[in-house]
């Protein structure tokens, strides 16, 4: 059973506009939340997280949004750049940013950004 | 700061054989994840340590795979033996941080 699911395999944007990637997740247990950027023959790059006592947090173009009772979060980006183009994975944990516990991944989304 | 440093890139090997990957996390993290990528099953959870104790092993897949971190700069993913569909990209990770991952083949 997938605790953490990102229903839209794969997204394309026009550049400049604004990119909005989703996540959902039924562990209730689930206390901290990233989001993580993967391009190929790489290894995945911590992008952003939130944790649950905080419904935003915000770190330049991208921002993440969590709605702890309807178990979903977004990344949103603003403005998409081609840079930006990559797999996003959205991932959850019982810990927090400072202790460290088990990551559940969701099965990313590829996000093609269009010059 | 290296980063977290995994070897080798690339492994290719025999079905029946041992392998063994190899990570060297981040001076200081006192946690350390493997975790296999598959098109299939996407990134999973294989073991976790933390201060070089396994904390939770439940990922696994099977006897076959063993995990080690005998000290806090180093730690160890075996596979004994190696069979065609353990062919994945394995990842260690230092607390958040990712290596950039071991491809491995199982022929």
């Known amino acids: 059973d997938q605790q953490v699911k990102q229903n839209s395999p794969s997204l394309s944007v026009q550049e400049g506009r604004i990119s909005i990637l989703n996540c959902d997740y039924t562990?209730?247990?689930?206390?901290?939340f990233l989001w993580y950027k993967k391009y190929p023959a790489e290894g995945p790059t911590f992008l952003i997280s939130?944790?649950?006592?905080?419904d935003k947090n915000e770190d330049g173009r991208f921002t993440v949004f969590l709605n702890k009772s309807a178990k979903h979060l977004s990344l949103h980006i603003v403005p998409s750049q081609p840079g930006d183009s990559a797999v996003y994975f959205c991932?959850?944990?019982?810990?927090?940013?400072?202790?460290?516990?088990?990551?559940?991944f969701g099965p990313g989304t590829s996000l093609s950004v269009i010059p | 700061d290296a980063g977290v440093i995994q070897s080798p890139r690339h492994e290719v090997t025999e079905m029946g054989q041992e392998v063994t990957l190899r990570c060297k996390p981040i001076?200081?993290?006192?946690?350390l994840f493997w975790y296999r990528q598959t098109m299939m099953r996407g990134l999973e959870l294989l073991i976790y340590?933390?201060?070089?104790?396994?904390?939770?092993d439940s990922g696994m897949p099977e006897d076959r795979f063993s995990a080690k971190m005998p000290n806090a700069s180093f730690s160890t993913l075996k596979i004994q033996p190696s069979e065609p569909r353990d062919s994945a990209v394995y990842f260690c990770?230092?607390?958040?941080?990712f290596g950039s991952g071991t491809r491995l083949t199982v022929v």
């Open positions: 990770a230092s607390s958040h941080t």
């Open positions: 991932a959850a944990s019982e810990g927090s940013e400072t202790s460290y516990d088990k990551v559940i």
């Open positions: 001076s200081g993290h006192n946690s």
């Open positions: 939130i944790s649950s006592i905080k």
């Open positions: 562990n209730s247990m689930f206390d901290y």
């Open positions: 340590f933390n201060n070089n104790v396994p904390i939770d």
